[in-house]
């Protein structure tokens, strides 16, 4: 289809402050047009210049089978992988943070970073919860031994440190003797009397009782004058060590008396990360050459060889972190998706975890007709292109555009906070924005003097806590935020003065995690909360007081939303299953029961047939727009693979026969975000995979056969 | 009386269409070849031996499993033989009644052999035991193992010391200790559905793992075989077409593989060797007992042998025109006795039928062989369509071919060669570039007398070429009539008289003195091929139509007799006697002189003929093959001769006597040494070629096409 190609520079826009506002040149990339569907105007907008980061490393937690990926800007997610991928929660990085490896200590999460110290996150509040100095600069590796309750790290300066973590503590215990240069990787035996160590040329074996180094092998050099890196290393039970270099070998020794027992040449460029399976019959490696290839264990007459099995190559981009969940292998690198294979190599086959966040990075004000992209560091304010609608509106048709995009603004916190937004929201009334580092909640007020220019003016407001989830009630009277220690503020706002007061704090005494979505009725008399164990609690705002909880269902809920005339509330489930709870009744609808009663799987699944099986969270629904009238209800479904469309009689209609149909879109993928600007007109944000596959970095170059 | 006539292989075939094997001591080479079996002494090159004895196929052989000079060989007539091989001596015979696809046995397993019998609707491997061989069929003792086994089992079933594998395209079955193994003991891999068909197999000599290939170029190695839930499968992937044939080494440190790119692949433990350029598609590698010999079977029906440090040692050329439906035919080279024609690509085959020898193969068109990306899609080759000898004069023989390329439609070359006596191989003398412009070129002929060569094309034009000293050869003559297409010439046997076939009529020329003669020959039908008699017969001319034998008096100019037979084929001629032969499509042969209407002789072969050709010889008990034999090419490649009844079984006899001889003979050497020379030094001497454009005869040809309507006018 034909996309309106906008190139123009635009007006000036008025200045605010020294950082807030900068001059535009709308480049050819910003892509956009009008598409009629079926009785809906589409408004397809690629403005959204959303990439996400490449993957640094990754730990799998043995307690809750949760996943751990840390990413290049220094953010963490956690991936729920218990019934379905679902991204539980991010901490957000900032610029000066990274993370070069992750490590779970029980339910715990480390990491060592080159800024020189080990971070313990706070799971529950998505925040960092304590730092402590390594004592020995950049820290590059981490490992962890149950027997011993101890972390060590490997730092710069060549020297093996060892912490103790008892009590929820970090103590430092001692230091290894030093060796020349940094130490790149590590892995502790089982026992934990052992620690293996590699660096350049070079990999040691220390002992965790003295400190000192039992044995060193030398790696040799392909060539003379290139160094050797050892970048990666495992340790097995029986002591067989396993070394990853820079020259693309995978070796195992014999730990023991530190001799070669097999070299593999199986990859053609530096192995990055290597990683065994529980039972230590197979060890799987990956690297810049972007192939995840296993080695396989035969034993035979009691003579253990590795032989290199089977190899899987779905990555484009070099693999830096490898991960092994109950029994699958997954792997992510600089182009973003994690992969999924099954280890028994006969069932299943792979999967791919698209990087696009559960929460919404993208805003808009139906009225104003402005929309909010959020960035890891900056908030931009898009004015919508505007259209003619002809006469007729033909179905599959574009509508040429009569004016283009306008960026009014962007909007960047001040330098002093280096911590990324992890939230923003524009108001309804377009009069109000509001966003949160993991440090600070901001509050603007947005006054717009004609068409293309405006200003905002931080509004101040005493009380105010960075929060996980900001919404505004549609009359745009109260801004609700579920804040990070488990409080729910409700601030009243007056728009005329640009006064912001804090009328309410809510706390229910069984939050514990965080609360991620909410939700308000259209009349602005209810809110939904919903957390991430999967408990729903409903508020009535009238009076302030908590009004009812629904039943728990056994996935985490991906999407709330109000009905907007019964104000029945309506949750969508990570496992695709929906159900809808009339607050009049206190029970589950109509709709609800009958579709419980009849499907055996859960309700958006049965949709989803035909669409890409390969991609595994894409589907999961990530907000719920009703479109209603007296004779039908229209429920959207929005996934990131596309809109699920279910029609029905609506609840308080005496029909036996409620459930019309229901379809799944997915003409317009991968989506960001799907609002309907008036009952006709929905607004949606694409970000096409090809684009974001164009500013990844160049891959290895391979040469194929015949060219 | 009529001699009762039979017709024996007598050679040809391929020698590398089933799997070869070499003695244990790695002296033989043996290979099944037709209804043979043939030793190759690898020192020498020489077939030494050959086992005569099946009367159909022979399909797989493999070693006794206890005694190590004898073979077992599986033939489609139903029988496994085995035989002395160093001796020649067929020693028993078990008759299954069913055609055997393969046979296979281990040295481990001293008492059992295994069968693959085709039945019409499953291919099925069984066990047999080996210790006494009985003659009835009925006390063979077989048990089945697999049903449906593929067709071409002998790449896709292997054995090894403690297990054997039988591969399907997408499934494998490992039967531990096949010997006492029941058909429900075995483990069942089977591969996912999209994985590529399994092509070969190869089993570890001492390890429990196997190699497989599979269509798309991959080779799988496969360990824990025993254990269906963890089987381990590591894959390499070098070659980009179909991987044809695989083999570990006796030691299993190694393994070795071949496909269509013609490189030989050694595969060691983080590394590969490569041997490129082999010429041809691999289809077989066999590995000595030592591991120092390879012999690699090439699809162009040779075997090479090669040294564990990538160097080829012996070349065993068969009949290498298979594959090809000779599309120059058989011509007679008087200066070598040989038969000429297609053999690898590009290249002309020197054979010697009487000792089923192959002498060289001369590179034509001097082209690398290059294989297709896509083996749906095969590159076009320059083929030779024509090739002519003329006689000696002044002490120099001359020889003629033309070449087309497929892919460049008029891009045909008319290459005139000279053998230098004091080189003793044939030079390039003159390239003529689209002699014919690319219509077709249908004849070639050299005339007896001169130094002179015609050829004629599709497009109507018979051009006559003359050596000239400095220029090299010329176009000197061109001649057409009423624009008929020209699709044969032939000289008298003096060589005064060109006979040139247009359309439906035969013009004749005295090409010595540059004039017509005024004489034509017509008849209502388009005549293919025509030829003067020769010695007492040299007055007529036979001319063949599709339906119809002519003979024509020349001196009188009329008809002498004509014959009606259905679907002539071909016609050739022997230049040494008054005899020609036809054949037709539906594979009857008629032999006869011009001067007589009644065939000599009259036969129903049992196979395809596709070329012919009289080759000269003394010895021949056969009374109208007492100047030359006849050879007969079929389809498949064989060659074949006709011999009494009572002869047949002496020559099955007579092979057995052939001097057994392991050491080096001066001949066998020099020719070893030289066959691969002869053919490189010809390329070499490609800088003296001159090129003739045949712009520069118009002159000439103008002339002549205006005779030619003269001639026409006659009319």
Not at chain 2, 94 to 122: M, R, W
Not at chain 2, 360 to 365: A, G, H, K, Q
Not at chain 2, 503 to 526: A, K
Request: contains cysteine.
């Amino acid at each position: 289809m034909d996309n309106f190609e906008v190139d123009q520079v635009n007006k000036e826009t008025e200045m605010f402050g020294s950082k807030a506002v900068k001059f535009y040149k709308i480049s050819n990339l910003a892509r956009l047009s009008y598409y009629i569907m079926s009785k809906f105007v589409v408004h397809r907008c690629r403005l959204f210049k959303f990439t996400p980061c490449a993957v640094q490393c990754m730990a799998a937690s043995v307690e809750t089978s949760d996943l751990a990926v840390a990413r290049s800007d220094g953010s963490i997610e956690i991936w729920s992988t218990k019934y379905s991928w679902f991204q539980k929660l991010v901490i957000p990085g900032s610029s000066d943070h990274s993370v070069e490896s992750l490590i779970w200590v029980g339910n715990r999460l480390l990491s060592g970073g080159l800024q020189g110290d080990i971070t313990e996150y706070d799971l529950t509040d998505a925040t960092v919860k304590l730092s402590v100095d390594s004592f020995g600069g950049a820290v590059w590796c981490i490992a962890y031994s149950i027997v011993k309750d101890k972390i060590a790290v490997g730092c710069e300066d060549g020297s093996v440190k060892m912490f103790d973590v008892k009590n929820k503590a970090i103590t430092f215990e001692r230091a290894f003797d030093k060796q020349e240069g940094r130490i790149l990787s590590m892995a502790w035996h089982k026992s934990g009397d052992i620690i293996v160590t590699g660096s350049t040329d070079v990999v040691r074996i220390w002992s965790t009782k003295t400190g000192h180094a039992i044995q060193r092998i030398t790696i040799e050099r392909e060539m003379k004058n290139v160094e050797t890196i050892i970048w990666s290393v495992a340790i097995l039970s029986d002591y067989t060590i396993i070394s990853g270099d820079s020259s693309g070998r995978v070796q195992f020794w014999n730990g023991k008396n530190a001799t070669l027992l097999q070299s593999h040449r199986a990859h053609r460029a530096d192995v990055l990360c290597l990683c065994s399976t529980k039972d230590e019959k197979c060890v799987y490696a990956a690297g810049v050459d972007p192939r995840v290839i296993a080695f396989n264990l035969v034993q035979e007459d009691d003579v253990p060889t590795w032989v290199k099995g089977r190899y899987m190559q779905k990555h484009t981009h070099d693999v830096r972190a490898l991960a092994i969940i109950e029994n699958r292998i997954v792997s992510g690198g600089v182009d973003t998706n994690l992969m999924m294979n099954s280890i028994s190599e006969k069932v299943g086959s792979f999967q791919r975890v698209y990087s696009f966040p559960m929460k919404s990075l993208v805003s808009t004000s139906a009225t104003k007709k402005l929309v909010l992209m959020q960035y890891s560091n900056y908030l931009d304010l898009w004015k919508f292109a505007k259209c003619n609608f002809p006469e007729e509106l033909n179905a599959g048709r574009n509508i040429p555009i009569e004016d283009n995009p306008v960026k009014l603004l962007q909007i960047k916190p001040p330098s002093s906070d280096t911590n990324h937004i992890c939230c923003s929201v524009i108001s309804p009334c377009g009069n109000w924005i509001a966003y949160s580092t993991t440090s600070t909640l901001r509050l603007y007020n947005l006054q717009t003097s004609d068409e293309l220019s405006c200003k905002v003016i931080r509004v101040r407001c005493v009380g105010l806590i960075p929060s996980h989830c900001i919404v505004f009630t549609p009359d745009s009277n109260y801004m609700i935020t579920s804040t990070t220690n488990h409080k729910i503020l409700i601030v009243h706002l007056v728009a005329d003065t640009c006064e912001a007061r804090l009328v309410q704090m809510l706390q229910l005494k069984t939050y514990t995690c965080i609360t991620h979505l909410l939700a308000v009725s259209s009349t602005s008399s209810y809110l939904a909360t919903a957390n991430l164990d999967g408990e729903i609690n409903v508020f009535d705002l009238t009076n302030m007081t908590h009004f009812c909880t629904l039943p728990k269902y056994q996935h985490t809920p991906s999407s709330i939303a109000f009905h907007p005339v019964t104000n029945d509330l309506m949750t969508a489930y990570d496992d695709l299953q929906v159900i809808e709870y009339s607050l009049i009744d206190k029970a589950y609808t109509k709709w609800t029961k009958q579709c419980l009663s009849t499907n055996n799987e859960p309700l958006l699944q049965t949709l989803r047939k035909g669409a890409s099986s390969n991609s595994c969270n894409i589907a999961v629904v990530t907000s719920i727009r009703y479109v209603h009238s007296d004779e039908v209800d229209k429920v959207f479904f929005m996934s990131r693979e596309g809109l699920y469309i279910a029609e029905r009689v609506p609840n308080h209609m005496q029909d036996t026969k409620s459930h019309l149909g229901a379809r799944f879109c997915h003409k317009f993928k991968p989506l960001l975000c799907t609002e309907f600007i008036d009952e006709s007109t929905l607004f949606v944000v694409e970000r096409p995979l090809q684009d974001i596959w164009e500013q990844l970095p160049p891959t290895l170059y391979q040469k194929k056969f015949g060219t | 009386m009529k001699e009762s006539l039979q017709i024996v292989q007598t050679g040809g075939s391929s020698i590398t269409k089933f799997n070869s094997i070499f003695s244990h001591d790695s002296k033989y080479l043996l290979c099944p070849c037709g209804n043979l079996v043939k030793v190759f002494s690898v020192a020498t090159g020489e077939c030494f031996q050959r086992l005569n004895g099946h009367c159909k196929l022979v399909t797989m052989i493999c070693h006794h499993p206890r005694v190590q000079l004898q073979i077992l060989s599986s033939s489609l007539d139903g029988t496994v033989k085995v035989w002395d091989y160093e001796d020649g001596i067929l020693l028993s015979t078990c008759d299954f009644n069913v055609p055997l696809l393969g046979i296979f046995a281990h040295s481990c397993y001293s008492t059992v052999a295994f069968v693959i019998q085709q039945s019409d609707d499953s291919n099925e491997l069984y066990r047999f035991t080996l210790n006494t061989i009985p003659s009835k069929t009925s006390d063979i003792a077989c048990s089945l193992l697999a049903k449906n086994v593929v067709k071409d089992c002998s790449k896709r079933i292997a054995f090894s010391e403690k297990f054997a594998v039988v591969s399907y395209s997408n499934r494998l079955l490992v039967f531990i200790n096949p010997q006492h193994a029941e058909r429900d003991e075995k483990i069942r891999h089977v591969l996912k559905d999209n994985a590529p068909a399994i092509t070969c197999i190869s089993c570890h000599p001492v390890e429990e793992c196997f190699a497989t290939g599979h269509a798309n170029g991959e080779i799988r190695i496969w360990f824990n075989i025993s254990d269906v839930k963890n089987v381990i499968s590591s894959i390499q992937h070098w070659h980009s077409l179909e991987v044809l044939s695989l083999k570990f080494s006796s030691s299993g440190s190694t393994v070795l593989s071949g496909g269509h790119e013609g490189v030989l692949v050694q595969w060691l433990e983080d590394s590969k060797n490569f041997l490129p350029r082999l010429g041809s598609a691999i289809t077989n590698v066999a590995v000595s007992k030592d591991s120092t010999l390879f012999a690699v079977s090439l699809l162009d029906n040779s075997i090479l042998i090669i040294t564990n440090y990538f160097t080829i040692k012996q070349t065993f050329d068969g009949f290498t025109a298979i594959g090809q439906n000779l599309p120059c035919g058989i011509c007679y080279d008087s200066n070598t006795n040989a038969c000429v024609t297609n053999g690898k690509p590009g290249h002309l085959l020197f054979y010697l039928p009487d000792k089923d020898i192959q002498l060289y193969n001369l590179d034509i068109v001097s082209r690398n062989f290059i294989s297709s990306v896509d083996l749906e899609k095969p590159l076009s080759k320059t083929n030779i369509l024509k090739v002519g000898f003329g006689g000696t004069f002044d002490g120099v023989k001359h020889m003629a071919t033309m070449e087309f390329d497929q892919a460049k439609q008029r891009d045909e070359k008319l290459k005139f060669w000279r053998f230098s006596d004091t080189d003793q191989q044939w030079v390039l003398e003159t390239i003529v570039k689209s002699p014919h412009d690319g219509c077709g070129i249908t004849s070639l002929t050299f005339s007896p007398a001169n130094n002179a060569c015609v050829t004629t094309s599709q497009a109507g034009f018979a051009k006559i070429w003359f050596k000239h000293d400095e220029e090299g050869w010329l176009c000197e003559m061109s001649l057409s009539f009423r624009d008929l297409p020209c699709n044969d010439s032939t000289f008298s046997e003096d060589g005064s008289v060109l006979a040139l076939a247009f359309g439906h009529t035969v013009c004749f020329c005295d090409i010595s003195n540059n004039e017509e003669m005024q004489l034509m020959l017509s008849h209502s039908e388009s005549i293919k091929s025509i030829f003067f008699g020769r010695q007492s017969c040299q007055h007529l001319l036979v001319a063949a139509t599709s339906e119809e034998l002519l003979c024509w008096n020349v001196m009188t100019k009329s008809m002498y007799w004509s014959s009606h037979i259905h679907k002539i084929n071909f016609l050739i001629c022997d230049i040494h006697s008054e005899n020609m032969a036809v054949f037709t499509n539906s594979n009857k042969i008629f032999v006869f002189q011009p001067s007589d209407k009644q065939p000599h002789y009259s036969h129903n072969l049992s196979i395809d003929v596709t070329a012919a050709c009289f080759v000269p010889s003394k010895n021949c008990h056969i009374a109208w093959q007492a100047k030359s034999e006849l050879y007969l090419v079929s389809k498949e490649m064989s060659v074949h001769k006709f011999c009494v009844k009572s002869e047949v079984d002496d020559a099955s006899n007579l092979s057995r006597m052939i001097i057994k001889s392991d050491q080096v003979t001066p001949m066998s050497n020099y020719l070893s040494s030289t066959q691969q020379k002869t053919a490189k030094t010809v390329n070499s001497n490609r800088l003296q070629e001159t090129t003739v454009d045949v712009s520069k005869c118009s002159f000439h040809s103008s002339e002549i096409i205006k005779c030619g309507k003269s001639l026409i006018k006659f009319v």
